[in-house]
């Protein structure tokens, strides 16, 4: 059985797909479970991806930034990233863009 994700309206910005409930009965949980774990290690194997990708879209900057004189770290902007984590998803939010922010930052 697969589980399909549900979104609200794009209308109301980023969102978090969520896994519904199968319906049909005589499903097997541990087979609903399988299936949702593999999902999840999918999932994961692309925030893995995304995050490295971030992390050299970063170095980037920071090499870009230092060869015109400046500075490493643009302060300002990491609180821009912080606040939108944290709109997005709560207070947790703050703690992953925080760690993010650590993984990207002095690459250099």
């Known amino acids: 059985m697969s589980i399909t994700p ?40 692309r925030i893995l991806g995304l995050v490295q990708e971030r992390m050299a879209v970063s170095a980037v900057i920071q090499q870009t930034r230092i060869s015109a004189g400046g500075r490493r770290v643009n302060l300002s902007r990491e609180m821009e990233v912080l606040s939108r984590y944290r709109d997005a998803l709560g207070r947790p939010g703050t703690s992953l863009a925080m760690t993010i922010l650590e993984l990207s930052r002095g690459r250099v």
């Not at 910005?13 to 199968?22: D, E, I």
């Not at 499903?27 to 399988?34: E, G, K, L, Q, S």
């Open 6 to 45: 549900t979104t609200a309206p794009a209308s109301t910005g980023p969102t978090a797909a969520t896994a519904t409930a199968p319906t049909a009965r005589g499903t097997d949980p541990a087979d609903v479970i399988a299936d949702a774990r593999t999902r999840i290690d999918a999932l994961d194997d």
